[in-house]
């Protein structure tokens, strides 16, 4: 990531789309304040341009946290809570992601559907059941599948895109082989950016 703000200069591209923001044409005169605007405007451009070299495997969390499919839905549990995190990928034995598990897999264990309000919510907590809701004891029985990934060489704007496009917060990164080697997540993209 250090090296990708060392190559943060602003090109005459980003001039002239900074010039094209204020919306000028040809020759302008230009005050000092114009010209900060400009060069706010031009280094804003360039940021832009920076974050579309941005790599997965510059931003990842390399240490992932994994479940087995034939684990103890407990012990998930207790390891999303230990460890502050909100989604856990789920592999097999040859450590290749065959689901995720998630903050709203587990609320749908005790029947919160994507969706229900926060009435629904209250009137759960007040005894009244919800619907649909999915049973058992395995993380096999929550996990949503097949899981999303990408790789440690892809673009962490096109990352952003399925984020965004699936409505998702994370995806397992995986080497040549399909193995887990690290997470990406939104948070990871936004303290990316905001380093910048």
Sequence with gaps: MDDLLKDLEISDDDLRAALSDINKKGYIDITEE???HVYLLALQHAKARLVFRILVKDIMTKDVITVHAYDDLEDVLRLLA???ISGIPVIDDENRPVGLISESDILSRIGMRK???FKDVMRHILGEPLPGRRGGNRPEDIMSSPVITTGPDENV????KILDERKIKRLPVVDGEGKVIGIVSRGDIVRAIGKK
């Design 34 to 36: 114009d010209l900060k």
């Design 82 to 84: 230990d460890n502050r």
């Design 115 to 117: 969706g229900h309000t």
């Design 157 to 160: 704007s096109e990352v952003a």
